[in-house]
């Protein structure tokens, strides 16, 4: 677990001192199971101030599975929630056997107004409906189309990046992943509209963290809210046009996919899962990269062996059947996620009496899974807060201890299903940047990533950039 700060140990200090442990709800009176502990927090701000204030939860969070074990309550924004804490308790909620937790009325409260209808905030029956459609448009031969369409883009938008002392890498990889997306995705590069569509998107994906929960004038709710009609607008007015084209991108592919027993998405299907899709893709895949780019500086000496490695395959551009090759960069990604979890937590509601590892969970209880906690368990990896790729080496495969201590995708029926593609997509761009670009940071410099929004670091990460060589 990293280190508790001074903020940190005062919290805790007082949450121990308010603690009063009182059980979530009455046991059925039939029932062998046990109560879920935990406490109210401090008055009228529950725990909100440590979970969502704080520059990082997880030393509060390991204190209170020390204290209360992997299953416990506490109280956010005015909510009551259960943590299921570390790969056990994870699984349960995850694999849902008896389709007790649901994603839309979890998920729903943060970000449904923004993403209602996409595919992460459906449940149960229809859900597998959509899936069936949607797994179509991620398959080896999509993903394959979608690497040649991005291909040129990433040449593009890599060149033109500027060497110097202070190269903003997060606002450069969050830029070089919207234009792609707008590739990829829309299969269209945009003209006048590119600065609305952008403000629109990123407006959209900001209102979920809004802690004034309502759509006032001038709001971060508010602005979100305008932010899902531009992009729905968007999307509605091209629809004709990609409904009669054949070409490759996202939007087309989706507007073609068809399941096994013959069913299309309708008009606003297609439009609802296109705005989630973008949002789902956009911000995991910039976390990624500019969490490995940080260790990557960090640790030269890991930059230096894939770049070597990115050298000896002999060529600018990535094709599909090179992607297997690059095995030190899949473990960099890979360690990247479980040090910095892009989905620091997953939501879900009850819909029925449930239990956790033999607690009992009463119908209409909010519960967030927390994949961050379980990459950093002592328990399950040596050394959790050392930047070490090769745990993910076949002969250490720190990962298989469990197949829910490392999560970063989630698990179950509502798994990412776009997690290849963010592969493709990541290792075709560090793939050229390597090639291009060294880049480095002084010996002493730590960035702080931040937990209480997207986790991302607070500077942007400034990085010294140099070229490699003219290419
Ligand atoms: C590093 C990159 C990514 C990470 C870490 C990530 C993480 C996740 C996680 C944790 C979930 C599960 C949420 C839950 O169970 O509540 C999820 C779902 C999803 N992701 Fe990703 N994601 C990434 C990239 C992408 C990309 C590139 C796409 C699309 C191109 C995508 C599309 C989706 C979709 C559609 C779902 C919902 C699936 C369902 O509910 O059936 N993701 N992602």
Redesign the pocket.
């Known amino acids: 677990m990293p280190r508790a700060s001074l903020t940190d140990r005062i919290l805790i200090a007082t949450n121990r001192r308010l603690l009063v442990l009182r059980p979530l709800s009455r046991i059925p009176e039939d029932s062998d199971l046990e109560p879920v502990p935990g406490d109210d927090g401090l008055p009228w701000l529950g725990h909100t101030l440590a979970m969502v204030f704080l520059r990082d939860p997880m030393p509060f969070l390991r204190y209170r599975y020390e204290q209360f074990g992997p299953v416990s309550w506490g109280r956010i924004l005015g909510q009551y929630w259960v943590f299921p804490l570390g790969p056990k308790a994870s699984e349960v909620v995850?694999q849902n056997r008896d389709k007790a937790f649901a994603?839309g009325p979890g998920?729903g409260y943060w970000i449904g107004p923004f993403f209602h209808r996409?595919?992460?905030l459906?449940d149960f029956e229809e859900?597998l409906h959509h899936?069936r459609i949607?797994q179509h448009a991620?398959t080896n031969e999509r993903l394959s189309g979608y690497l040649e369409k991005m291909t040129p883009a990433i040449a593009r938008g890599v060149a033109g990046w500027r060497t110097g002392a202070r190269f903003p890498f997060l606002a450069s990889i969050k830029q070089l992943t919207l234009d792609l997306a707008t590739e990829v995705f829309m299969g269209a590069k945009l003209g006048r509209e590119t600065n609305e569509i952008n403000r629109a998107f990123i407006e959209t994906v900001r209102a979920g963290f809004a802690v004034l929960r309502y759509p006032i004038p001038g709001t971060r709710w508010a602005r979100g809210l305008h932010g899902r009609r531009v992009l729905e607008r968007f999307f509605r007015e091209l629809l004709p046009a990609k409904r009669a084209s054949d070409s490759s991108d996202?939007f087309a592919v989706l507007c073609r996919a068809t399941s096994e027993d013959g069913h299309r998405f309708t008009d606003d299907d297609v439009i609802n899962?296109m705005v989630?899709?973008l949002m789902?893709?956009h911000d995991?895949?910039t976390?990624?990269m500019t969490t490995m780019a940080y260790y990557l500086a960090k640790h030269p000496e890991w930059q230096e062996r894939l770049r070597d490695e990115s050298f000896a395959l002999g060529k600018d551009e990535l094709e599909f059947g090179d992607l297997e090759k690059l095995s030190g960069l899949d473990w960099v990604m890979r360690e990247a996620?479980r040090l910095v979890?892009?989905?620091p937590y997953?939501?879900?509601k009850t819909v029925k009496d449930t239990s956790i590892c033999g607690h009992f969970v009463p119908k209409d209880t909010f519960v967030a899974?927390l994949?961050q906690f379980a990459h950093h368990m002592p328990e399950y990896w040596s050394q959790p807060e050392r930047f070490d790729p090769e745990r993910f080496a076949p002969h250490r495969r720190e990962d298989k201890v469990h197949p829910y201590a490392w999560?970063?995708?989630?698990?179950?029926?509502?798994?990412?299903?776009?997690?290849h593609?963010?592969g493709v997509?990541?290792k075709a761009i560090f793939h050229r940047i390597l090639r291009r670009y060294r880049w480095s940071v002084a010996p002493n410099y730590k960035t702080k990533f931040d937990f209480a929004g997207l986790p991302v670091p607070k500077d942007g990460l400034p990085v010294r950039l140099e070229r490699v060589v003219d290419a």
Request: hydrophobic share 55%; proline share 6%; charged share 5%.
């Open positions: 995850l994603n998920w996409g595919i992460m459906l859900h899936r949607l991620f996202l899962h989630f899709l789902a893709a995991t895949t976390i990624t996620m979890a892009p989905v997953l939501a879900r899974v994949p999560q970063p995708f989630g698990g179950g029926v509502h798994k990412c299903i776009g997690m593609f963010a997509q990541i």
